[in-house]
């Protein structure tokens, strides 16, 4: 029984972490399975219910929780887990998989324990009687950089005007004054791309959802792509359902990590100053600076083309013109400082 308990936390650990996430089908009899909390090769449901069960043994209330696991031959596994009195006994039913012992074993265990890292979540059940000591009963490995590809694109907001978009590299944010912030070539660094990956694999993003409708017109898109694998879904923000909560919870802290980046953050929306622009464009030539003739205009809803896709931008145009009359040209966004254009003109002969 040892050396099953161990093969299969090595299957859980090896099917969480593995390089190429793919869409994955539903195993057969799925929907029939009352586990509390399911694992279907590293996409749990119900999550929440373990940190539920926690809550309360830590509180020293009498409870117990199911979890089941999936075979790679769509066979389910349970850990059934009972705590009564400060103690836990488990249940390792193996019943229904074809391959394994086809039985319940029990063990009684002392403590129960959860470890998080920024790249593994695990729940393990410690002390135990018999040879395994500790047994993990859910595992989870979120770690971005095993990841060949992952990226996505978060609409939110009024009208979705909000775009937060690392496939098309863009980040586009409603002012609220009649102004749109737009940033081109925008991207996440890898302490954000691992906060915003982990959220995603806890709320279980590439299972199917039951959304809840209770606004006219959807308030969040997300579309991720991950390896092979691609999930699209629009939802609102109601509160009186699972997957909508969890969805919009994703969302937000989302929104929050990108916010709390100083360069992209919505703090920083106040218009710069024309001695600020000036300042900028005088950096990108610090040999010259000196000998040119400088000039700032502001234009607003100014319209350029990126990545072949139409933008607006409200602009400070910073221009130098040197002795022998050739220019730089140089447009920033007046509220983030992004550089979009910069010309070199030569001289009219």
């Not at 009024?158 to 009649?178: H, P, R, S, Y």
């Not at 694999?201 to 959304?211: G, I």
């Amino acid at each position: 029984m040892l050396k099953k308990l161990m093969l299969f936390a090595c299957i859980m650990s090896l099917m969480s972490g593995c390089l190429n996430i793919k869409a994955i089908d539903q195993p057969k009899g799925t929907l029939k399975n009352k586990a509390d909390v399911v694992d279907i090769h590293g996409r749990v449901t119900n999550l929440y219910k373990m940190d539920d069960f926690v809550k309360k043994v830590n509180e020293k209330e009498n409870v117990s929780i199911s979890i089941s696991h999936y075979t790679i031959e769509g066979d389910p596994i349970y850990h059934n887990i009972n705590y009564r009195d400060g103690k836990f006994e488990l249940q390792y039913d193996t019943t229904q998989d074809k391959f394994g012992a086809g039985k319940v074993t029990t063990y009684s265990c002392e403590n129960f324990d959860k470890t998080e890292t920024d790249t593994e979540m695990k729940y393990t059940l410690k002390g135990c009687s018999g040879e395994a000591k500790s047994i993990d009963v859910l595992y989870l490995s979120y770690d971005v950089s095993k990841q060949d590809l992952f990226q996505f694109q978060l609409k939110y907001g009024d009208n979705q005007a909000n775009e937060i978009n690392t496939i098309d590299m863009k980040l586009v944010k409603d002012l609220k004054n009649g102004q749109m912030l737009g940033v081109s070539d925008f991207q996440l660094n890898n302490e954000e791309r691992q906060k915003i990956y982990k959220k995603m694999v806890l709320s279980n993003f590439l299972s199917e959802k039951k959304f809840a409708t209770c606004t006219e017109k959807p308030g969040f898109y997300l579309k991720v792509k991950i390896n092979g694998a691609v999930r699209e879904y629009n939802w609102s923000d109601c509160s009186n359902n699972e997957d909508n909560k969890i969805m919009t919870d994703l969302a937000n802290t989302i929104i929050e990590i990108v916010n709390a980046n100083q360069f992209y953050g919505t703090s920083n929306t106040k218009m710069m100053t024309k001695e600020q622009a000036l300042e900028l464009g005088k950096k990108l030539d610090l040999n010259s600076a000196n000998k040119a003739t400088w000039s700032v205009k502001l234009f607003e809803n100014k319209e350029y083309e990126i990545n072949n896709q139409k933008e607006q931008h409200t602009v400070w145009v910073v221009e130098a013109v040197y002795p022998l009359g050739n220019k730089m040209v140089v447009d920033f966004d007046a509220y983030s400082g992004e550089q979009i254009v910069l010309a070199d003109i030569e001289a009219n002969n």
